[in-house]
């Protein structure tokens, strides 16, 4: 990292979201809970989700009243094992967090629960909704539409959102399976860092209407925001690298996300009606399946905790001492990060200082 960062230790810069949140009309237990969800990311070390996101992709849409800080949720239909919840635009965590548990619940008495959600906006790292589920001896799955950003193979324009499609799973080990990843080569979160940063884009991340590569990492924002550029899918370009897998994945999260619950798809996620901005009026699904009406849970960890340390220690490329399995690195994130907080580069400062002075929030003397 660059030496204009600066490390904030997480209960300051957690208090300091839940207030900012409240600022704007959040209510104080919904505040807490994204707040809660934005700092596990800064835990994990996914910097593209966590405090970075707060001015611009909550304060600025709540300020520009195309999200709403008061989370209405309504059951629209719901049996033994589903529900479909309407989350009228409204806070994405809460909505997630709240239906994620709705699905854990249906799952302790029937084995399995599943919660579709319409009308929900971003709910921050998609894992978070995972862990809740592995952290109570369950596998849990989600997935996520966006505004369109992946062009399909062999096209170039921005269709399908970067629609990450989640799974947590518990070991017996100190962290649990988690593979949290988007549909697209990488999310636009991602972009946004490089941004930041000033750093050029890897060659194939984002093509142009022409089918070439953009690495111009501000410019490649500018072009996916005014629909001139697109995301690849997990992949890459064409079928040589295996693109169209990433692409028919991020399809089946665009039909789940929209065909269960009547909810929007494809272009309707713009965020934009005749120019006007509007709600992104996002999908969600839920899946949580009760380990122990399989199998006894502590086996279920043995035997996981025993794939993935085979997996580890089978046999390293030449130059690589080491193997990872997901969540792994999230773990070591946590325990290189637990006493130091979160990294604070020079524009989430400015970002920060222009909360804090222009609501008002007292208390705060950074060092920055």
């Known amino acids: 990292m660059d030496d204009s960062v600066i490390w904030i230790d997480f209960y300051t810069m957690e208090r300091f979201m839940v207030d900012v949140f409240k600022a704007v009309g959040v209510p104080e237990e919904d505040a807490r809970i994204c707040a809660d969800v934005l700092i596990t990311s800064d835990k994990r070390g996914i910097d593209s989700h966590g405090i970075n996101r707060l001015k611009p992709i909550y304060i600025d849409r709540i300020k520009d009243g195309i999200l709403s800080p008061i989370t209405k949720i309504e059951v629209v239909k719901e049996g033994a094992t589903t529900a479909v919840v309407d989350g009228n635009n409204g806070m994405g965590h809460v909505i997630g967090r709240k239906s994620m548990a709705m699905a854990l619940e249906k799952a302790r008495t029937y084995g399995m629960g599943m919660v579709a959600v319409r009308n929900s906006s971003h709910y921050g790292i998609a894992g978070y909704y995972a862990l809740m589920a592995a952290d109570a001896d369950m596998i849990g799955m989600t997935g ?86 697109a995301l690849t899918p997990l992949g890459g370009i064409g079928e040589d690298g295996g693109g169209y897998k990433g692409y028919g994945y991020a399809t089946v999260v665009e039909i789940l996300c929209a065909a269960l619950q009547a909810g929007g798809y494809l272009k309707m996620l713009t965020g934009f009606n005749n120019g006007e901005k509007v709600p992104y009026r996002l999908g969600h699904f839920f899946i949580a ?16 905790g025993r794939i993935l340390r085979e997996i580890r220690s089978s046999k390293k490329m030449p130059g690589h001492d080491r193997i990872y399995t997901a969540g792994e690195k999230e773990h070591c994130a946590w325990l290189e990060r637990k006493d130091r907080g979160v990294p604070v580069n020079r524009s989430l400062q400015e970002d920060i200082i222009a909360l804090r002075d222009d609501l008002c929030i007292t208390g705060y003397a950074f060092p920055f």
């Open 144 to 229: 996520s539409n966006a505004r369109p950003s992946i062009a399909p193979t062999f096209g170039v324009e921005n269709m399908l959102g970067t629609n990450p499609l989640v799974f947590g799973i518990p070991t017996d080990e100190d962290f649990p399976f988690v593979i949290d990843c988007a549909t697209s080569i990488t999310q636009r979160g991602k972009i946004e860092v490089y941004a930041r940063q000033g750093r050029d884009l890897p060659f194939g991340w984002v093509v142009d209407q022409e089918g070439r590569s953009t690495t111009d990492a501000g410019e490649a924002l500018r072009q996916l925001i005014d629909g001139t550029a």
């Open 289 to 304: 399946i009760d380990i122990s009406h399989f199998i006894d849970i502590n086996d279920f960890k043995r035997t996981a």
